[in-house]
């Protein structure tokens, strides 16, 4: 059976594409449909089930997230028939479903922590201010690093060290967070640059700043709100933002539900540590994608490039591992 690493995309990634993805029927669709109700929000499988994307409505934190861990999970559940699933990385929130997946959470728990997160991360960051995110892209069309770009990201992240963040790493694009009032001079200090198609620095529409100091506040909050949730080691091994493995057989589930909930939202989350650690130490056959959409795909390419992994050390030799008969990225969503 093929072995494989599976990454858990976060909330950003339920799009346009993704209407649809929920069985009505499923258990766990009708178990989350109970569990929004309780909260007295709009069933999930009505927002998947509309006529048309809304995105003041499926993009709202506090729906996104739960619409992208239950299509995720319907993944991982499709993926286990068919692979052996030896190590399972995610991306920011992607980390609640990869607690699902690998049964270091019930379903009922990894979703509260989900919803919970969700309706946390729509608060402000500092006053009445909500917080913004911008992109910067630190590689060039050729996925190899720019160390201008790095060293300009550097700096701008030195003179704004008071408010600007590294919140996410995707090892070619970092994501900066900061109050909102302060996006624009952090804009206008970093480079302007183009990567094939898009313009950087790119504000992002979440306006969260998840995954830095301004969230502590939110994570102590979160801790109050989750001290009964029933931790358990994993029956896969995860392999967290840090790079830090959990396994089966040497994981303090305390330890665990601690990193989660109270360190995990105030630190930065990256994404391509924990798949470099993932293919270093688990050689996998090939590494999934789970949905909803494909938003992972390019930096988990970029990575696989930098590691070198089957000695695949460039963007051309990639491409054509993918066009040949033994692909070793495969997105479940194409």
């Known amino acids: 059976m093929t072995r ?5 995309p976060a909330r950003g990634s339920y799009g346009p594409s993704s209407l649809g993805s929920l069985p009505e029927t499923h258990p766990w669709v009708r178990r989350a449909d109970e569990l ?27 729906n996104a997230a739960p619409l992208t861990f239950l299509a995720s999970l319907l993944d991982a559940e499709r993926i286990a028939d068919d692979h052996e699933v030896v190590v399972v990385v995610a991306s920011s929130s992607g980390w609640y479903t990869a607690l699902a997946a690998s049964g270091a959470l ?17 608060e402000p960051v500092v006053d009445d201010d909500p917080g913004g995110q911008l992109v910067y892209a630190v590689a060039d069309d050729d996925w190899r690093l720019d160390p201008l770009r790095v060293s300009a990201l550097d700096a701008v992240l030195s003179h704004h060290e008071d408010v600007a963040h590294r919140s996410l790493d995707l090892g070619a694009f970092v994501t900066v967070s900061a109050p909102r009032a302060s996006m624009a001079a952090i804009a206008q200090e970093l480079p302007p640059i ?12 979440a306006q969260e700043a998840w995954h830095t100091p301004l969230r502590a506040r939110a994570a102590a909050d979160a801790a ?13 091994t995860l392999v967290d933002g840090r790079g830090v493995r959990f396994t089966p057989y040497a994981t303090d589930p305390a330890e665990l539900g601690r990193h989660t909930v109270r360190d995990q939202p105030a630190m930065t989350y990256d994404y391509a540590t924990s798949l470099r650690v993932a293919l270093r130490e688990y050689a996998p056959d090939v590494v999934l994608l789970a949905g909803p959409g494909t938003s992972l795909g390019e930096v988990s390419a970029q990575a696989i490039v930098r590691e070198g992994y089957r000695g695949i050390r460039s ?4 491409e054509a591992t ?12 194409r």
């Open 4 to 8: 494989a690493v599976v990454a858990f």
């Open 315 to 318: 963007r051309a030799e990639l």
């Open 106 to 122: 019930s379903f009922d728990d990894a979703f509260r922590i989900v919803q919970t997160m969700a309706l946390l991360a729509e």
């Open 36 to 62: 929004r109700a309780d909260l007295d929000l709009p069933r999930l499988s009505d927002l998947d089930g509309a006529g048309r994307f809304d995105p003041a409505v499926h993009l709202r934190s506090a």
């Open 224 to 236: 109050v709100r989750l001290a009964d949730l029933t931790w358990n080691a994993p029956n896969v």
């Open 322 to 333: 993918q066009a040949g008969p033994s692909p070793i990225l495969l997105s479940m969503r």
């Open 194 to 205: 183009e990567v094939g198609s898009r313009r950087y620095p790119l504000r992002a529409g």
